[in-house]
């Protein structure tokens, strides 16, 4: 078949991932769809895989995923006859610590509550499951009977012929050497896909081509995060009693998992201080072979293997083999639209679980292509949730040394990377330093944390309980509601819109009125078609039709994209100034005296009400300072030029002592706005949430002039009856801490998972928000306001009280001043 020169759509890689979108395309209706692979079907990385297909998952996202990746192999399988050497395994994780152990009852009592099956199960089990694991050092494993095997360039192969059999055309042996794009108002969009055996005019195009979609993405201008790392495997000969029936095995604070192959185990490692691949070691026509053994690297890892398995001590090694895997810089993989190009999409950086997550994850991004937006919240995996940044290929190559143990590190809550930090430093990053601060990352930047008291030395390291800086943020949090605090805010995105139709564009990108004087601020936000969110921000009018758009750190790029994208051909100008600007948030009953002391502005409530801005000398500099608060007291946000930022806060810290001004990090905010039931983005709300679900309705106007983008799915919702509400539940403190995803029951029925949690101090109780439902019918104020609730944490369900409102200042009268 001759290569077309035309295509509605093309998929670039021919891998599980490229092979799963270009049939879930057709599934759904979409024809002239090509996929091109440089060398045969599966020969970069799927078909050296381990094949390894585990169900339960962290997120109920990625389990479904999962469940939908299992459901395409095997009807493939069966539509086309090729056999995918499926195996109904089971798996188990071994415990040797009491957070692994948490960790899967936290996993245990999530997939639970979506009806799957996972025990945690002491030793003695873990010996009748798997009678060659050593278990006299362990505590326990998880055991999840729902988990499979395949044979991963089978797969390939199925999916890639009931692609055909669709009407797929998939090309061999052609190389992608350029991506075509055409300027489309503010933004660029696909016109065709180069190869060397001809072009292909395109209006969509998909990256699916594993360890080299950072390069192919490069062809487009765009940057795609991931960098190949080594993985290696062993395989034994034969040993007497292993066979297939034996479970997928994990010892993860070991770095190892284990199958059974052909009689013998295939035991596969997942190492601290990986090393990265460097391009000439990866060149384009790198196909179905392997990287140099390098045994001195993995001589610890495999004497770990053989304390976890003793029979490897006398059993012969087969086979050590070497191949690359992609991985991203947080560990999720990479999907959805490409920044600044409309058109072009990924699936890609799977970090070693491809073949059981593509399958899925391909019907989320197809169902996305076709319908324009996803029908599952996958703002965890959405590709802009990078800086352009990030694709810097030395700091991916950083990163990647700690990227595949973290698969097997226990996913503990604000756990932090080591490597590949202080790429982005705002100029307040050595005064905080100086202050005791304890950094962590917002997309590449580094913010406070929490400041350790008097430069004392606190211990804080990870855990599902009370953490060793609770005294600490205590004290910020306290500083907040009866004093003053000060926070950064720097890594929050700042983007200029301005022109002749910048009210126009932002009135139909946001669900309230923007129209109004100069210095007012807005909070909104932007919904997609279904009435979901695309953000939460907020907008303020600065002067006429310039409009400075305030957003989340993690958001930016987003939020830049989406902003674009509306844009067309309308007279405006999108200017990302994130870095321009340095962020210090004052807030506090203290903070309009402290603000005073170096300003020349009237700062009372006449002058400088709540939600208005203005420009103010501060200090020896300016700065736009919106009266607005994430704590719910009496506070500003302040964004000053770079170059004076310093000063500014030198000024600030000068006149702040005698009124008790304390530094002030991000797990302090975050407890601050849980006791106000504020939402964040990424967590209570998402795409597949709507305002009216997430009780902001306050934050949509109907009736104003412009008819903002979701107001019909909204107003169906509305008449509807809103069937899925946002609740805020306190309860005592436990030994384990709410987190997030626990389960959530109402008189012992599942309606619903935790969102977001923190330690309210000013109550003195845990605070949570979650998603509720009830059954098919809408959720009323009676249904939260009775009957019994509680929440599982770890296994343990701990008695709740619900409630529609904040439990601290419910009326926000304290930060209207």
């Given at each position: 078949?001759?290569?077309?020169?035309?295509a509605?759509a093309?998929?670039?890689?021919?891998g599980?991932a490229?092979?799963s979108?270009?049939?879930?395309?057709?599934?759904?209706?979409?024809?002239?769809?090509?996929?091109?692979?440089?060398n045969?079907v599966?020969?970069?990385?799927t078909?050296h895989?381990a094949g390894?297909?585990v169900?339960i998952?962290?997120s109920l996202e990625?389990?479904q995923m999962?469940?939908?990746?299992?459901?395409l192999?095997?009807s493939?399988s069966?539509?086309?006859?090729?056999?995918i050497?499926?195996?109904?395994?089971?798996?188990?994780?071994?415990?040797?610590t009491?957070?692994?152990?948490t960790?899967?009852?936290?996993?245990a009592a999530?997939?639970?509550?979506?009806?799957?099956?996972?025990?945690?199960?002491?030793?003695?089990?873990v010996a009748?499951?798997n009678?060659?694991?050593?278990?006299?050092?362990?505590?326990g494993?998880?055991?999840v009977?729902?988990?499979?095997?395949?044979?991963?360039?089978?797969?390939?192969?199925?999916?890639?012929?009931?692609?055909?059999n669709?009407?797929?055309?998939?090309?061999?042996n052609?190389?992608?050497?350029?991506?075509?794009?055409?300027?489309?108002?503010h933004?660029?969009r696909?016109?065709?896909v180069q190869?060397?055996q001809?072009?292909?005019?395109?209006e969509?195009?998909v990256?699916?081509?594993?360890?080299?979609?950072?390069?192919?993405?490069r062809?487009?201008?765009?940057?795609v995060?991931?960098?190949?790392?080594?993985?290696s495997y062993l395989?034994?000969?034969a040993?007497?009693g292993?066979?297939?029936?034996?479970?997928?095995?994990?010892?993860?604070?070991?770095?190892i998992?284990?199958?059974e192959?052909?009689g013998?185990f295939l035991?596969?490692?997942?190492?601290?201080?990986?090393?990265?691949?460097p391009k000439a070691?990866l060149?384009?026509?790198f196909?179905?072979?392997?990287?140099?053994?390098?045994?001195d690297?993995?001589?610890?890892?495999?004497?770990?293997a053989i304390?976890r398995?003793p029979?490897?001590e006398?059993?012969?090694?087969?086979?050590?083999?070497?191949?690359?895997?992609?991985f991203t810089?947080?560990?999720?993989?990479l999907?959805?639209?490409?920044?600044d190009?409309?058109g072009?999409?990924?699936?890609?950086?799977?970090?070693?679980?491809?073949i059981?997550?593509?399958?899925?994850?391909?019907k989320?991004?197809?169902?996305?292509?076709v319908?324009g937006?996803?029908?599952?919240?996958i703002?965890?995996?959405?590709?802009?949730?990078?800086?352009?940044?990030?694709?810097?290929?030395?700091?991916?190559?950083e990163?990647a040394?700690?990227l595949p143990?973290?698969?097997?590190?226990?996913n503990?809550?604000?756990?932090?990377h080591?490597?590949?930090r202080?790429?982005?430093?705002?100029?307040?990053?050595?005064?905080f330093?100086?202050?005791?601060?304890?950094f962590?990352?917002a997309?590449?930047?580094e913010?406070p944390n929490?400041?350790a008291?008097n430069?004392?030395?606190?211990?804080?390291?990870?855990?599902y309980?009370r953490?060793?800086?609770f005294d600490?943020?205590?004290?910020?949090?306290?500083?907040?509601?009866?004093a003053?605090?000060?926070?950064?805010?720097t890594p929050?995105?700042?983007?200029l819109?301005?022109?002749?139709?910048?009210?126009?564009?932002l009135?139909?990108?946001?669900a309230?009125?923007l129209?109004?004087?100069?210095g007012?601020?807005?909070y909104?936000?932007m919904?997609n078609?279904n009435g979901g969110?695309?953000s939460?921000?907020t907008?303020?009018?600065?002067?006429?039709d310039r409009?400075?758009?305030?957003t989340?750190?993690?958001e930016?790029?987003?939020?830049?994209d989406?902003?674009?994208?509306?844009?067309?051909?309308?007279?405006v100008?999108?200017?990302?100034?994130?870095?321009?600007?340095?962020?210090?948030a004052l807030?506090?009953p203290?903070?309009?005296?402290?603000?005073?002391?170096?300003?020349?502005?009237?700062?009372?409530d006449?002058?400088?009400?709540?939600?208005?801005?203005?420009?103010?000398?501060?200090?020896?500099g300016h700065?736009?300072?919106?009266r607005?608060?994430?704590?719910?007291?009496?506070g500003?946000?302040?964004f000053?030029?770079?170059?004076?930022a310093?000063a500014v806060?030198?000024a600030?810290?000068?006149?702040?002592e005698?009124l008790?001004?304390?530094?002030?990090?991000a797990?302090?905010?975050?407890?601050?706005?849980?006791e106000k039931?504020?939402r964040?983005?990424g967590h209570?709300?998402?795409p597949?949430e709507?305002?009216?679900e997430a009780?902001?309705?306050f934050?949509v106007?109907f009736d104003?002039?412009?008819?903002?983008i979701?107001r019909?799915?909204?107003?169906?919702?509305?008449?509807?009856?809103?069937?899925?509400?946002?609740?805020?539940f306190t309860?005592?403190?436990?030994?384990?801490?709410?987190?997030?995803?626990?389960?959530?029951?109402?008189?012992?029925?599942?309606?619903?998972?935790?969102t977001?949690?923190?330690?309210?101090?000013?109550?003195g109780?845990?605070?949570?928000?979650?998603?509720v439902?009830?059954?098919?019918?809408?959720?009323e104020?009676?249904?939260v306001?009775t009957?019994a609730?509680?929440?599982?944490?770890?296994g343990?369900?701990?008695?709740?009280?619900?409630?529609?409102?904040?439990?601290?200042?419910?009326?926000s009268?304290?930060?209207?001043?």
């Open positions: 078949m001759a290569l077309p020169d035309q509605r093309v998929v670039i890689g021919g599980v490229g092979g979108i270009a049939y879930r395309l057709a599934e759904l209706g979409w024809t002239d769809i090509v996929l091109v692979e440089r045969t599966s020969s970069g990385t078909w895989a390894d297909v169900i998952r962290g990625l389990t999962m469940r939908d990746s299992v459901s192999y095997t493939a069966a539509e086309t006859g090729q056999d050497g499926l195996k109904h395994c089971g798996a188990m994780s071994l415990a040797q009491e957070h692994r152990l960790d899967y009852r936290r996993q999530l997939f639970g509550s979506i009806g799957g099956e996972a025990d945690v199960v002491p030793p003695e089990q009748q499951l009678p060659f694991v050593r278990n006299d050092d362990i505590l494993a998880l055991h009977p729902e988990a499979y095997r395949v044979n991963p360039a089978d797969v390939a192969q199925a999916v890639s012929k009931a692609a055909r669709r009407g797929v055309g998939v090309f061999e052609t190389r992608v050497t350029g991506i075509e794009t055409q300027r489309a108002g933004t660029r696909v016109a065709a190869t060397d001809g072009r292909i005019a395109c969509t195009a990256l699916a081509g594993g360890a080299w979609s950072r390069d192919i993405g062809l487009a201008g765009v940057s995060p991931l960098h190949a790392v080594e993985h395989i034994t000969n040993i007497d292993v066979d297939d029936r034996l479970p997928i095995s994990r010892d993860p604070d070991a770095y998992y284990s199958r192959e052909v013998g035991i596969g490692f997942f190492e601290p201080d990986a090393k990265p691949l070691q060149p384009d026509d196909s179905f072979a392997s990287l140099p053994e390098d045994w690297h993995l001589e610890p890892h495999v004497t770990n304390n398995y029979v490897l006398t059993a012969g090694i087969k086979l050590l083999f070497t191949g690359p895997e992609s810089p947080d560990g999720a993989f999907m959805g639209p490409a920044p190009v409309t072009l999409y990924a699936l890609t950086g799977m970090n070693s679980s491809g059981g997550q593509s399958g899925g994850a391909a989320a991004l197809a169902e996305w292509i319908g937006e996803p029908t599952i919240d703002t965890a995996f959405d590709m802009r949730r990078f800086p352009r940044v990030f694709g810097n290929t030395a700091w991916l190559a990163r040394r700690e143990s973290w698969l097997f590190d226990p503990l809550p604000r756990r932090e080591k490597y590949a202080n790429l982005r430093l705002s100029a307040f990053h050595s005064r330093e100086a202050a005791g601060a304890r962590g990352q997309a590449g930047w913010r929490w400041f008291p430069g004392r030395d606190v211990d804080d390291p990870p855990t309980k953490p060793g800086w600490a943020v205590a004290e910020e949090h306290r500083a907040a509601r009866e003053v605090a000060l926070f950064e805010r929050m995105a700042k983007i819109v301005e022109g002749p139709d910048a009210e126009q564009l009135q139909t990108a946001c309230n009125d129209s109004g004087p100069d007012r601020l807005i909104t936000a919904l078609s969110f695309e939460d921000l907008v303020t009018r600065l002067a006429g409009f400075l758009v305030i989340g750190a993690n930016g790029v987003r939020d830049y989406h902003i674009t994208r509306l844009a067309g051909d309308r007279k100008s999108i200017t990302d100034v994130t870095s321009a600007y340095a962020g210090l807030t506090g203290n903070a309009r005296e402290l603000l005073s002391r170096i300003t020349e502005n009237d700062l009372s006449e002058a400088f009400p709540y939600l208005s801005a203005q420009e103010v000398w501060i200090g020896p700065a736009w300072a919106l607005v608060s994430y704590a719910g007291e009496l500003w946000e302040l000053v030029p770079t170059e004076s310093a806060y030198d600030m810290v000068a006149e702040g005698d008790g001004l304390a530094h002030a990090g797990y302090a905010s975050n407890t601050l706005r849980m039931g504020f964040a983005w209570d709300i998402t597949v709507t305002p009216l009780g902001l309705g934050a106007r104003k002039q412009v008819p903002f979701g019909d799915a909204l107003l169906r919702q509305r008449d509807d009856g809103v069937r899925k509400r946002l609740v805020v309860m005592d403190e436990t030994e384990h801490w709410p987190i997030v995803r626990e389960p959530v029951r109402r008189e012992g029925k599942v309606v619903g998972h935790l977001s949690s923190g330690y309210g101090y000013s109550i109780k845990m605070v949570s928000m979650g998603f439902r009830n059954g098919g019918e809408p959720v104020a009676d249904f306001h009957g609730w509680d929440i599982e944490i770890a343990e369900r701990v008695p709740a009280q619900a409630s529609l409102t904040a439990p601290y200042d419910p009326r009268l304290r930060m209207r001043g």
